[in-house]
């Protein structure tokens, strides 16, 4: 396709895409440091404020939001604190909450203190993860594919975000695979799981994942190009997308060679948390705008360059990622 990279961006906004997985509460809190503590060798912490942002799928939801598309999630929260503020932020950033469903089962929660001296960037010196991993029941499975069944009779694309936190139960996996038999746009990101979505469309591994799913070491380009081929093989997907960080992305297609897109901008990177699923949402609508393989690993490459300049979990504006896309 002839149309310049930056093109595709306004064609996103134009998509509805469903985000299947695990719902996270990110909180950072933040404080002044001054000494080292008298019962232990740690810094002492003066809290100041904290806040909450959106984290696991809802974080690949909030990027698919910013670009202007319809973000419908899809997953579970807890009945306590953090699961109201997921839903809340998600309802604030004008994404469609139905999907969202209540459980006993307490919502996973992510805290990450920030700190420093007066007039210092703070960094982060502490992450306390909450989490509880009892397997959901059988009828939040039953809840979850009716709520996804529903969702995807109004999307052009369902993303699945897979922290492997529970929401992606083997019943529901079937129902994201029967989506791409029937000729859906299927987009995966797995951390621990990713051989169990055969048929998909796409996944979007990082080379650590892509190591663990291919079962082999990857220590060098050739090491990647093997892994891939491999992945391809085994999931019969139409691309494997591997990320690669600060060497960019490897892109694996059926009888095509291996196509290898640099990283844009890596002088400068702060913070790398998130930028997955701002790749994964990015690849996700462009190919629902309709956008080939690689111009859509392209784009979603641009987009993640925005991303790793800002801390924590963070977004990319369709004006932002123009003005990537014209540098590339």
Not at 95 to 113: A, D, E, F, H, Q
Not at 308 to 327: D, F, N
């Amino acid at each position: 396709m002839n149309e310049p990279l930056s093109g595709w961006v306004k064609k996103l906004a134009e998509k509805s895409v469903v985000v299947l997985g695990d719902l996270v509460a990110d909180e950072y809190v933040y404080g002044m440091t001054s000494r080292i503590s008298r019962e232990a060798p740690v810094l002492v912490v003066r809290y100041s404020d904290n806040e909450y942002r959106l984290g696991g799928s809802a974080n690949a939801a909030h990027n698919v939001a910013d670009l202007g598309a319809r973000a419908i999630p899809v997953g579970v929260v807890g009945d306590d604190e953090a699961g109201v503020r997921v839903a809340d932020l998600c309802k604030r950033y004008g994404m469609v909450t139905s999907g969202i469903l209540k459980n006993g089962r307490p919502t996973t929660r992510k805290t990450r203190i920030l700190a420093g001296a007066i007039h210092t960037t703070k960094q982060q010196v502490l992450r306390l993860d909450r989490e509880d991993t009892t397997p959901y029941h059988k009828d939040i499975d039953d809840r979850v594919i009716l709520a996804l069944t529903k969702a995807l009779k109004k999307a052009d694309a369902l993303l699945v975000s897979d922290y492997g936190l529970g929401v992606l139960s083997k019943r529901v996996i079937q129902a994201v695979r029967a989506y791409a038999k029937d000729g859906g746009i299927v987009c995966v990101d797995s951390r621990y799981n990713l051989r169990a979505y055969k048929g998909v469309t796409a996944v979007t591994p990082n080379e650590p994942e892509a190591e663990a799913a291919a079962a082999m070491p990857i220590e060098s380009d050739a090491h990647v190009k093997k892994a891939g081929a491999f992945l391809l093989k085994e999931l019969q997907s139409r691309a494997v997308v591997i990320t690669r960080g600060q060497k960019g992305m490897a892109i694996f297609e059926p009888d095509e060679k291996p196509v290898y897109v640099p990283v844009v901008g890596a002088d400068e990177v702060a913070d790398v948390t998130g930028a997955g699923d701002t790749v994964i949402a990015t690849f996700t609508l462009a190919l629902a705008a309709g956008a080939d393989v690689v111009t859509a690993a392209r784009l979603a490459n641009c987009a993640a360059s925005v991303t790793v300049m800002k801390q924590g979990a963070a977004t990319v504006s369709p004006q932002e990622l123009v003005r990537a896309a014209q540098s590339a």
